[in-house]
């Protein structure tokens, strides 16, 4: 980190608080949040790291190392705004504009303040980069302003700043696991009335996630037609939500017109997964676990349509590995990355060859987010091999 973009650097004084929050993966239930179903997210290693400070006048000013590389610009890039002025359209910085009005809107007081932001999340791949912004801000906040914002207020306030500001029509799911799920137990979600429990993995199994290198950027307006074509499928079947069918009532799809009968049937068959899946991990039963995952893959590759050629591909060099029980597309899709559950112990190996295999075929590069390389085997595999090291 340069002088030049450390807190101090940018805003000439010390930062007053340090707060941040974790990406997720997905282990099972996409594309079911916003149907009111199941999720079983786990938090990532990589996160996002806030540092903020108060200031005396209502402005706001901030400053992202994922967005605000110096390198070719006299002056880092510091973005600004005054509270109570927000106004959609100018980039990243419209997650911060968006929590800041929301909060306003429910009453919070909040003065103005200076904010860096830095993120090992990959930005667009799936691993809900905007979710670990929106909490790590908002716990910012709610500590610098002594915010009454509990667990679910926080998550809820970082869901409707994407919604409603920043635009993109998301469940609940990103900002609940950034904000309550941890890295070794699944938190098994209902995302209708926000109940959870903490499932944890078994210790014979690992968990790989891979990033395709492929960004779902632009993706939005795809995201917002299986949004509609949800909520279309559930009023000709004269339900609230997709979540109030369940699999006992999948005949009924035959009346829905193509394509909502294959897109209701992928949130609902998921629906069921998510609940066998918890079964599975409960019972220890890996290969069962696997199987859903390969399941929820083909749904929502073939019925959902959210996959992608080069998420597909490392779907199929995943299954090729020993010791790997079930791999699928997590997050939302068009894009992003698979997550694929392994004996303990193989994860690393399979994910290396994976993304080796795939550099070779598709010309891509693939990247192994989790497990995480710690500082120490980076810095040998640099010196030793240096080989591909995740960025
Ligand atoms: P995902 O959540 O899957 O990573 P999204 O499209 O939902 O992808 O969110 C990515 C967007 O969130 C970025 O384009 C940017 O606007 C914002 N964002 C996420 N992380 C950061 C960060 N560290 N700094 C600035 N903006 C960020
Ligand atoms: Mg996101």
Known sequence: MSDETSFAGLFGRAPEIHTDAPGRVNLIGEHTDYSGGFVLPLAIPQRTRVELAKREEPRVRAWSANFGDSADRETPEVEEYRLGEEEPGHGWIDYVQGITEVLRHA????????LRVESDVPLGSGLSSSAAL???????????????????RLALAGQKAENDFVGAPVGI????ASNLADETTALYLDTRSLHYEKVPLPAQAELLVINSGVSHR?????????????????????VPQLRDVGLQDLWRLGTLPEPLDRRARHVITENARVRSAVAALRERDLPRLGKLLDASHESLRNDYEVSIPEIDRLVELAKEEPGVFGARLTGGGFGGSIVVVTRRGAAREAGERIAKRYGEEIGKQATVMVPAYSPETILTRRTETGAQTPS
């Open 173 to 176: 799911m990103d900002q609940m």
């Open 218 to 238: 632009n993706a939005t307006s795809e995201y917002r037609t299986r949004r509609r074509e949800c909520e279309a499928a559930a009023e000709l079947l004269s």
């Open 107 to 114: 009453g919070y007081t909040l003065g103005g303040f200076d």
């Open 134 to 152: 929106e909490v790590a801000v908002l716990r910012a906040l709610r500590e610098a302003y002594h915010l009454d914002l509990d667990d679910l």
